[in-house]
Every structure is written in structure tokens, then in C-alpha cells.
């Protein structure tokens, strides 16, 4: 059984900067990519950026262009989310995901962790 954990969330002032983790356990796990989503209250999940086997890396809006920076250590099965320039609306739950495939199916996600930024 493969578990992905989320940690590195919490309460930051707008313009702050956190760096979320996501730890890969379980079973030999090597997943072809792994993603981090965000979720709102009220609103959809939104697909933030993806790593791939290759550390070919694509992000998703405007929104974090710029500000949000996906990597990983393979040897630690860890993949990261460095966001700086936090703003209010960077507010939500965030997700890391593994694919196992070169599609945009996840076939395993993390329990979220959550970020707020206060203005």
C-alpha cells in the first residue's frame, strides 16, 4: 500500500513563503509523476504543478506562475512545493498526488494539509 503525506501547511502572513513536503511510503513506489493540487472552500480542485520521472516539471494557471517552485529527492521519496509571495487567495487545502502513468490520471493522493494566508 503506498501513502503519500502531506506536511508544511499552516498560518503565514501574505508575502510569506512555505515549503510543503509530500513523503512517498509503502511498497516499492515509482511513480512516473507526482502533482500538487489545491482545493478552496466552494470551489474546485486546481491542478498546480507536476514533476515527472524525467524532473520535467509544468504548472498550472497565472495564478502561481512565478511563485511556486515543484522539485524532489528522489533518494527520499519526497516531492516539495515551495511557494513564496503567499497571497489570500493562495488559501486552501493542498494535495500531492502520484501518477503511475503519463496522463493526467492519479492513482494515489495524500490527505492534504492546509494553508492559510492571512492579508
Known amino acids: 500500500q503506498v501513502q503519500l503525506v502531506e506536511s508544511g501547511g499552516g498560518l503565514v502572513q501574505a508575502g510569506g513563503s512555505l515549503r510543503l513536503s509530500c513523503a512517498a511510503s509503502?511498497?516499492?513506489?515509482?511513480?512516473?509523476?507526482m502533482g500538487w493540487f489545491r482545493q478552496a472552500p466552494g470551489k474546485e480542485r486546481e491542478f498546480i504543478s507536476r514533476?515527472?520521472?524525467?524532473?520535467?516539471?509544468?504548472y498550472g494557471g497565472d495564478s502561481v506562475q512565478g511563485r511556486f517552485t515543484i522539485s524532489r529527492d528522489t533518494a527520499k521519496n519526497t516531492v516539495y512545493l515551495r511557494m513564496n509571495s503567499l497571497k489570500p487567495e493562495d488559501t486552501a487545502v493542498y494535495y500531492c498526488a502520484a501518477s503511475l502513468t503519463n496522463t493526467d490520471h492519479y492513482d494515489y493522493w495524500g490527505q492534504g494539509t492546509q494553508v492559510t494566508v492571512s492579508s
Open positions: 509503502g511498497r516499492t513506489f515509482s511513480p512516473y509523476a
Open positions: 514533476i515527472n520521472w524525467y524532473g520535467v516539471t509544468t
